[in-house]
């Protein structure tokens, strides 16, 4: 999902159902109607139910970009042969998703130990 915040949003709010990991953080200036400008974050975040996992958030990263059904379609295809460029991109995002979530799932380790 996409978002905007006047601040630099935290990479992970824990709230009490969920997790938010936001992600993609870009400072971006918006003009304002009367023609003032201002700093702003335009990010992507997704919710994690209970305890953050590398799988979890993998999943939910995944599933923000494409449905059950559009990556089953995507695998079926390839299955049976289709040359169908949309599974090189669906896997080249995959790649980029696990690194996304090891350098964030780090940090979030890191954090957890200090407030221990």
């Known amino acids: 999902m996409k978002a905007n915040s006047n601040t630099i949003p935290e990479t992970f709010i824990k709230s009490k159902t969920c997790t938010h990991f936001n992600f ?17 974050f335009d990010y992507d975040y997704v919710e ?11 999943s939910a990263i995944i599933r923000d ?12 295809n390839k299955i049976i042969g289709k040359d169908v460029p949309e599974y090189d991109e ?9 690194t996304i979530a090891d350098a964030a799932l ?7 130990k200090m407030r221990c």
């Open 106 to 112: 780090e940090t979030y380790h890191e954090n957890s």
């Open 24 to 40: 993609n953080i870009v400072e971006t200036t918006k003009e304002e109607m009367d023609g003032e400008s201002r700093i702003s």
């Open 65 to 76: 970009r494409y449905s059950k059904d559009a990556e089953l379609a995507l695998l079926h």
């Open 90 to 98: 669906y896997q080249e995002f995959r790649a980029v998703v696990k």
């Open 48 to 58: 994690i139910e209970g305890e953050v996992t590398r799988d979890k958030l993998i």
